[in-house]
């Protein structure tokens, strides 16, 4: 289970319950690889989705047996879409275990996602009213029409800012947003505080996703547990990049062209070059007062909530995701 | 669309209006891949999911309206597993097409695939009842820890016949089954009718998947529209060559040793060796029996539904799938 909410009880203990439920919904007989997705499950994720959801719930009357098996709902969709996310970027590592498809090949690794996705919204459509697991599918969609946007731009590096937030959008923001509004509707929230609810949880989810491309240029990976500089070989155009080539188009562009010639074995000094370029020119600089400002957003609408210790946990888990270091 | 169901106007023109909704499905701005999705999806199926969810409505009071998006829904599901299998086969060619993958890559096939489960899970939330949008997750899973055991199986030819029809089971004849049977309960149908729907629906899928396996043994490409052998090929055992294994193991075991050891591109003499013993060893006929007699226990249950032109429908179906040459 998680550390990341080791400080704060009256989130870790509802969380270890989701884990639970987790757990138990993977336990199936006839399925041949739970053992190996169990390990993934409880791999010490951030399981910001379900901590989401449950704060979004404490704005209303809170029914935890049927709240937390969805909280399970909300993170097992996302594990399958990291499963099949590491599929898709051949990474090697997730959350410091080798990935499911290294270890077990390309195509258990495909099926496996789908039996989860599949497992993920039998638990939604038990759990959530009808509207709500509606909007869970519809968020996948929406993730999986923002990856294949993603990875169909890959090596172009042409990428504004609004393609990018575009993308992020879909691709993070939408579930996060989701699973805080999720959380309040079930527990009856007043619709005004649920849709305030939904806005911070957009704003937050932006915030969040900046900060993980950004970490990708900065951090070292024994924090990260997984390799730095990821998605610079990936072909990726992050933020931090994005803005780096705004401030040297000509340098930059011609690091990545070797990066790109370099092709199987990236090249790591030249890898080194563009992280390093990207500082010097501001591009990390500028991507992380993005996620600031997204992270104030986010404050702003949290402070027009009603003032109630949720509210509170909330402007706290904002910062501290902007401030975290993994 | 199809036209396999050409001599059944009473069908055919329903499965027009779920072709249509399907279409409107897949018809989202922010895919990147409806195009290419669509081609797949209009492509000449059999639609026999929807068309199952049709007649099992029959037995009941039909709301048109409300069930043929749900009929789509059911097909869209099946459409999102077969681009998995694709993908997961290394399959080239789909009802007459270029795989998804094989035009786009792996990476954009798996998400289309993700993408339109989860477009299919939204629509069945929006039109069927609360556990039948249950029912329906749970029979992806199956189809999902069945499509892995498969896999993990693959290239063993240890397979029982009694572990081979657990597997099509799961695969197949679930959701087959399912249709009938939600179809019937959307409607409101008597519980008593809706149950033998599901066991008749259930042997229908048997018999279907066994035929399946089969014409992949007797088959022309040219009908099928896909490559013949190509489950032997795959290292898959299915039920003609566990017959013919039982008949002469060791000579046929000799032929698939030299057909592993070929590898990356088949021995053809080899492939049609093994698919010539498999008919003189009547493992051929024998999985034609197996079928044909699911096929006899579906019209058992059948001859005790109500009277009415939907039974005779069925009836008709069950006889049509059986003989069926493609």
Same mark, same amino acid.
């Given at each position: 289970m998680t550390d990341f909410w080791q400080d704060d009880p009256e989130l870790a203990r509802p969380l270890e319950a989701v884990a639970r439920i987790m757990g138990e919904t993977l336990d199936t007989p006839a399925f041949p690889l739970r053992e190996a997705l169990s390990s993934l499950v409880n791999s010490n994720g951030k399981m910001l989705r379900p901590a989401l959801l449950i704060i979004g719930s404490r704005f209303g009357r809170i029914n935890e047996a049927k709240l937390l098996p969805l909280a399970a709902a909300v993170e097992l969709l996302h594990v399958s879409t990291l499963i099949h996310d590491d599929v898709i970027d051949d990474a090697t590592i997730r959350r410091g275990h080798p990935t499911l498809h290294t270890q077990f090949g390309v195509k258990e690794a495909v099926l496996a996602g789908d039996w989860l996705l599949a497992r993920s919204f039998r638990l939604s459509a038990q759990s959530a009213d009808e509207g709500n697991a509606q909007a869970l599918a519809r968020v996948i969609s929406a993730i999986c029409a923002s990856e294949i946007q993603q990875d169909l731009d890959k090596w172009r590096y042409s990428t504004s800012v609004r393609a990018y937030l575009r993308k992020i959008s879909g691709k993070t923001a939408a579930l996060l947003s989701l699973s805080l509004y999720v959380g309040a509707v079930e527990a009856k929230a007043p619709s005004r505080t649920a849709e305030r609810l939904r806005r911070a949880g957009y704003d937050i989810g932006m915030a969040f *996703? =900046?900060?993980?491309?950004?970490?990708?240029?900065? &951090?070292?990976?024994?924090?990260?547990?997984?390799?730095?500089?990821?998605?610079?070989?990936?072909?990726?155009?992050?933020?931090?990049?994005?803005?780096?080539?705004?401030?040297?188009?000509?340098? =930059?562009?011609?690091?990545?062209?070797?990066?790109?010639?370099? /092709?199987? &074995?990236? /090249?790591?000094?030249?890898?080194?070059?563009?992280?390093?370029?990207?500082?010097?020119?501001?591009? =990390?600089?500028?991507?992380? *007062?993005?996620?600031?400002?997204?992270? $104030?957003?986010? *404050?702003?609408?949290?402070?027009?909530?009603?003032?109630?210790? +949720?509210? /509170?946990?909330? &402007? &706290?888990? +904002?910062?501290?995701?902007?401030?975290? $270091?993994?």
């Open positions: *996703q =900046i900060i993980d491309d950004l970490l990708d240029f900065e &951090s070292s990976e024994d924090v990260m547990r997984k390799p730095v500089g990821r998605d610079l070989e990936e072909g990726l155009c992050t933020i931090p990049l994005i803005y780096a080539l705004k401030a040297d188009e000509a340098g =930059i562009r011609e690091l990545l062209g070797k990066l790109r010639l370099s /092709d199987l &074995s990236t /090249d790591k000094a030249v890898l080194a070059s563009i992280l390093a370029r990207c500082a010097e020119t501001g591009g =990390i600089e500028a991507a992380r *007062q993005e996620a600031a400002r997204y992270t $104030a957003r986010a *404050q702003a609408e949290i402070a027009r909530l009603p003032a109630c210790p +949720a509210r /509170d946990e909330l &402007s &706290s888990v +904002a910062d501290k995701l902007l401030n975290r $270091a993994y």
